[in-house]
């Protein structure tokens, strides 16, 4: 590798350099600092983490005993005999879902009371001891078979903060557990495409704290489904760091971030001040400090209600839509996938008004996206600090949401642009940024422009930038419900 490294280095600005590094680098000991930004620049995605930024658009299906007790959180000691939906119809959600532009949806297989919503050999406290099918239902598999008929991705989230598992606190046995779990699931259900792990660990019954073996934990993973994109705790995809739908602006995939399986880690990102909350995730300076640098894409979790679960008396505080289209910009339009939650009700479906709202959803986004008003933005532009490029507006067409994408299967670069539009003789700034990574959407008022001009400003290395599109959002009414919880973006 370190030949590779001298010959990047070596490689001046206007030289073609095709040395990538996938997922990973760890920088060598003689490399200043204005190299490390230029090998940053180099850093690219593994396969499954391009396909995977390509979805956009994935569900969450929070479903479960809390669906039935109207808690968010169970203490595990819920009886069985409680999760009994009455019209179960897992082709309900994912139809719906995928009809709606959704293309993977991730079920929560056991969240932090323990039930189990698969017929698993750990432990009885699953849909076994239900009245649902007579004790012979598995909801994982109903939704399984639903995915494969609908040509949907499918992943797992399963807790491993278990409020009802009596080893849980005594690390080694709980482990062991937790790993029979993950391996009834990744070997029972044919392909899964995504395993989510949430970082929650309370204490266990007898006090003690439990240590998970991450490691172990993702060995499993990568050796039962290989092609698995590992989330939140795991070290493919990373939380966005907040659970109201907001992406950065600035949001960096390449970052010194890393989950804390381990101390050694965890120290190391202490010493660099960060976590996934922290608003500076990818920065020169961060850079600078760092010893290794990964490529950890961003995923924005939110609900589509108040809490994460269904409750009935929440049927009233759905979002809007106009809520839902400005989640979309600060996720998807600020290079991240969003990961939207649907939960369904007691019936196990999706409630009307969440399915109204979805159609609402998909209506919007396809028509604004389909509508290109820009005749010549497909075409790859290589462009360096300071460079700029016009792109022609379709005659007398009106404008206000710019799309610029990078293609980082050659790493993210841009690190400011500026977007102009030539109106009435001269140019006018329309919407200025820092990053663009796969995705970036920008809104301003409406204009109608002969052309428009994007500079890139700065960026680490010759940027590649696939797309530059123009399009016409028409007004949604501001006068909707107010965000639930209304903190400010990172
Ligand atoms: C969190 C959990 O505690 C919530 O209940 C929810 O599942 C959310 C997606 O992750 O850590």
């Known amino acids: 590798m370190f030949v590779f490294l001298l010959l990047l280095l070596s490689t001046s600005c206007n030289q073609k350099a095709n040395t990538y590094f996938e997922k990973k680098l760890t920088f060598p000991n003689f490399v200043t600092s204005d190299q490390k930004v230029k090998l940053a620049a180099y850093i690219v995605p593994t396969q499954q983490q391009y396909e995977w930024q390509q979805l956009e658009l994935t569900a969450f299906i929070h479903f479960g005993m809390n669906t039935f007790t109207g808690r968010e959180w169970g203490d595990g000691s819920e009886d069985p005999a409680l999760f009994n939906p009455t019209d179960f119809n897992a082709e309900q959600w994912v139809s719906i879902l995928q009809q709606a532009g959704f ?7 056991k969240h932090h009371d323990g039930f189990c919503l698969w017929p698993t050999e750990t432990t009885s406290h699953s849909v076994a001891a239900s009245p649902w099918r007579n004790g012979q239902g598995d909801v994982v598999r109903e939704v399984k078979e639903a995915c494969d008929k609908y040509e949907m991705k499918f992943g797992l989230y399963l807790s491993p903060w278990d ?4 080893t849980y606190g005594d690390s ?23 395993v989510w ?7 266990g019954p007898n006090g003690k704290k439990q240590e998970y073996d991450w490691v172990r934990f993702y060995h499993v993973i990568d050796s039962l489904q290989p092609r698995a994109i590992k989330a939140n705790m795991g070290d493919d995809v990373r939380w966005v760091g907040n659970e109201n739908g907001m992406g950065r602006e600035t949001e960096w995939s390449v970052t010194p971030l890393y989950p804390e399986i381990s101390e050694s880690i965890r ?5 660099l001040k960060i976590s996934a909350t922290s608003e500076d995730l990818g920065s020169r300076e961060l850079i600078t400090e760092a010893k290794t640098l990964y490529w950890y894409p961003s995923e924005v979790d939110v609900s589509i209600r108040p809490g994460w679960f269904y409750h009935p008396e929440e049927d009233d505080q759905v979002k809007s839509l106009s809520q839902l289209v400005d989640i979309y910009f600060h996720s998807v339009g600020m290079n991240s996938v969003l990961l939207l939650n649907v939960p369904p009700d007691r019936r196990g479906r999706i409630h009307e008004t969440d399915v109204a709202l979805l159609k609402q959803f998909d209506h919007y986004l396809s028509s604004l996206f389909e509508n290109e008003l820009l005749t010549d933005g497909e075409f790859e532009w290589r462009a360096r600090s300071g460079a700029s490029r016009e792109y022609m507006v379709k005659k007398a067409e009106t404008i206000n949401t710019v799309m610029l994408q990078e293609d980082i299967r050659k790493g993210q670069r841009v690190e400011s642009f500026s977007v102009e539009g030539w109106i009435e003789e001269e140019w006018i700034t329309l919407a200025e940024g820092t990053t663009i990574g796969y995705k970036r959407l920008l809104r301003f008022g409406d204009v109608a422009p002969e052309r428009i001009k994007v500079t890139i400003q700065g960026t680490r290395d010759i940027a590649h930038i696939i797309k530059v599109g123009a399009y016409y959002a028409s007004p949604l009414s501001n006068n ?4 639930r919880l209304n903190e400010k973006p990172l």
């Open 103 to 109: 293309k993977m949806i991730i079920l929560t297989a």
């Open 267 to 271: 120290m190391e990102n202490e010493r």
């Open 197 to 203: 792990f949430d970082g929650a660990n309370g204490e």
């Open 172 to 194: 080694p046995k709980y482990n062991d557990f937790f790993v029979r779990q993950l391996t009834e699931l990744l070997t029972q259900y044919g392909e899964v495409h995504e």
């Open 163 to 166: 409020r009802n598992a009596a």
């Open 480 to 483: 909707q419900k107010e965000f």
